[in-house]
């Protein structure tokens, strides 16, 4: 009977027009809810009336009279005409209805960018969220420690304009140079290095062709060429359109030895497993400027003093501290010598309680605080302080080989490389040699304190300019490291030749006795390795009792770091004098400032300079791995 009522015309008709009203108000709903962002209230749906008592057929809707606010209607049809809209899904397509509230994965970037997380500005459909951060990238709360990938955000700061750092400009010492990763040559830019080659496909296949002894030589389209010995490891890499040589390579085929010049700009870089020093020249005004970073974040940075040729000024940058120094720079034949000059003189009396026998000697050790120290335990067999001090140089002596030790430590936990077996001990004979050159620096200084500061050498123009000629050697300017008898390496790895021709690496805390007088035509000078970390497992590493010659350069820095340390343990030693718990009476150190050596280190622009380059360090390693470990495949 149901069916015939519903079959007849003006019944289909009637239903029609009432399917008609419930669409149209259904889109005006869903209309509002896109534009407003929030559904309308629905006021509560009355019981829906039984399938079998259908509407009578006398009480229409007039077609005249649809209704016209956007409320839904409050009359309620069967089911199966009136969508469900109180379903999780219902039958409403999701694009009319895109998640206002939900994470931003379900927003597209493209077309709604986030306004306040750090790519706001600079909207990526892969960039992550400011609250919802991608699973593989720093979120912007915390950002990675060392060197963000290129594709994530920091906070504040755009990663790519600071080589990785995140938050701004830290002004500690060493704020995000490096870290482990980076040491280890698997930071980068993603940029592909100097030659912008970022994958293998972009290598394509080389041409071969033989070399003499049995090996190969690989070319590739970009220029570059890969020399392989008969084992088929590379011997050699160049790059001559942008620069690049690597001379060296370890077993795995990564670079241990290459150069990078560009115009202006040439950088050295040496690597010993994960230890690595870098040296950068540049051409600036006024002279060129130096860059050497060693460890992680450590380093410093030289440049000209404006107004004062001959001279320069270094910011040391490292174990989280920066100070600066003042250099005089001149020639020694046809080296360029660094000296420091003194930034700080102590009265004359004060020198003499310096340089001679105490009336009373001291027990200091219970007061170093090195007990539980993890540099000590690691050293403390090799290293036996003095047990009773008897003047200021002996104590001087253990606070210099203390700190040198202290830093070799710390350089290789930094590397990933946690010293083990045995020390190289410091034998009675080294140690009687740092105090016999701790005296000697002790009298230089007093012999300056008691003159006016008189530049050494031919100050004849400023340093590096193109324009000055190495002046002649000066007989009165002897380097202090042909006066010195022992050094301590502490920027490292340093390639040196041994007298059997073949060359070695001297690591931090690495001890060398200087044997020749003078140096060599090479400018090399004559060493003897006392303490070094090579055996039969560390062919490459320098080994006790081996001969080899040092760059009379390199030795003389060693002299310098030296110098630095000692001044740094005057200082406390000055504050120590009458002290209980501390050193003996005597005359009042009087220190004075020599006002034209002071000099603020630049510690923020050193961290930046130090942070540039090891960044380019790893994207040139980067790109010679690459291509080197890809070659032939």
């Known amino acids: 009977m149901l069916i015939k009522i519903i079959r007849k015309p003006e019944i289909l008709k009637f239903l029609q027009h009432c399917i008609g009203i419930a669409s149209c108000t259904l889109m005006m709903a869903t209309g509002a809810y896109a534009l407003h962002g929030s559904a309308p209230a629905r006021p509560a749906a009355s019981a829906p009336r039984p399938a079998s008592t259908p509407r009578p057929a006398t009480t229409p809707r007039p077609a005249t009279a649809p209704r016209t606010n956007t409320q839904p209607a409050t009359r309620t049809s069967p089911n199966t005409t009136r969508p469900n809209t109180t379903s999780p899904t219902g039958t409403r397509p999701t694009t009319t209805r895109p998640n206002t509230t939900g994470p931003a994965a379900n927003r597209p970037t493209t077309t709604r960018p986030t306004t306040t997380g750090p790519t706001a500005n600079h909207p990526s459909a892969n960039s992550p969220s400011a609250n919802h951060p991608a699973a593989n990238s720093s979120s912007a709360i915390k950002p990675s420690a060392n060197h963000p990938s290129s594709g994530t955000g920091t906070a504040n700061h755009d990663a790519g304009n600071n080589h990785g750092t995140s938050g701004g400009h830290d002004t500690s010492a060493n704020h995000g140079t490096g870290g482990k990763d980076a040491e280890q040559g698997r930071g980068g830019t993603g940029k592909g290095g100097p030659g912008g080659i970022t994958s293998k496909s972009q290598l394509g296949k080389p041409t071969l062709a033989k070399t003499s002894g049995g090996g190969t030589r690989e070319t590739y389209k970009n220029g570059a060429q890969v020399d392989k010995g008969r084992d088929g490891k590379p011997t050699h890499f160049s790059d001559s359109k942008n620069g690049i040589e690597a001379k060296r390579f370890d077993s795995s085929g990564r670079p241990t030895q290459l150069t990078h010049s560009t115009p202006g700009s040439r950088t050295s870089i040496q690597r010993v497993g994960n230890s690595r020093r870098m040296d950068t020249t540049r051409t600036v005004h006024g002279g060129v400027e130096h860059v050497v970073g060693y460890g992680h974040g450590g380093g410093y940075v030289q440049r000209p003093i404006a107004g004062r040729p001959g001279y320069v000024q270094r910011t040391v940058v490292y174990g989280g501290r920066s100070y600066g120094v003042v250099y005089h720079s001149y020639y020694y034949g046809h080296v360029m010598i660094y000296s420091p000059v003194p930034a700080i003189v102590f009265a004359p009396a004060y020198y003499g309680w310096l340089l001679n026998p105490w009336a009373q000697p001291i027990v200091y050790g219970p007061y170093w605080g090195w007990a539980g120290q993890p540099w000590f335990g690691y050293y403390g067999p090799a290293f036996t302080p003095y047990a009773r001090y008897y003047s200021a140089d002996q104590w001087l002596t253990d606070y210099l080989i203390a700190q040198n030790l202290q830093q070799a430590y710390d350089e290789q936990v930094a590397a990933g490389e946690t010293p083990s077996g045995p020390p190289p001990p410091i034998t009675d004979e080294e140690k009687a040699l740092i105090a016999q050159d701790v005296h000697a620096e002790l009298a230089r ?141 005597g005359p009042k150190p009087g220190a004075t400032q020599v006002a034209q050596n002071q000099i603020d280190p630049d510690t923020q622009a050193a961290v930046d300079a130090l942070k540039k380059q090891l960044q380019e360090a790893d994207d040139t390693e980067g790109q010679v791995s690459l291509i080197t470990t890809t070659s032939g495949s």
């Open 445 to 585: 200084q007093q012999q300056q304190a008691a003159q006016p500061q008189q530049p050494q050498g031919n100050d004849t123009g400023v340093v590096g300019d193109s324009n000055v000629q190495p002046p002649a050697a000066a007989s009165n300017a002897v380097p202090e490291a042909l006066q010195d008898h022992i050094f301590t390496v502490y920027a490292a790895p340093l390639a040196v030749q041994m007298a059997s021709g073949t060359t070695c690496n001297l690591m931090a805390g690495d001890m060398l006795f200087r044997t020749g007088n003078a140096a060599n035509s090479d400018d090399t000078v004559d060493v003897e390795v006392k303490t070094g970390h090579g055996d039969a497992g560390h062919a490459d590493l320098c080994a006790p009792q081996a001969h080899a010659k040092v760059q009379l350069a390199d030795l003389q820095e060693m002299y310098n770091h030296k110098r630095e340390l000692l001044a740094d343990g005057e200082q406390k030693q000055s504050d120590l004098v009458g002290k209980k718990h501390g050193l003996p009476k």
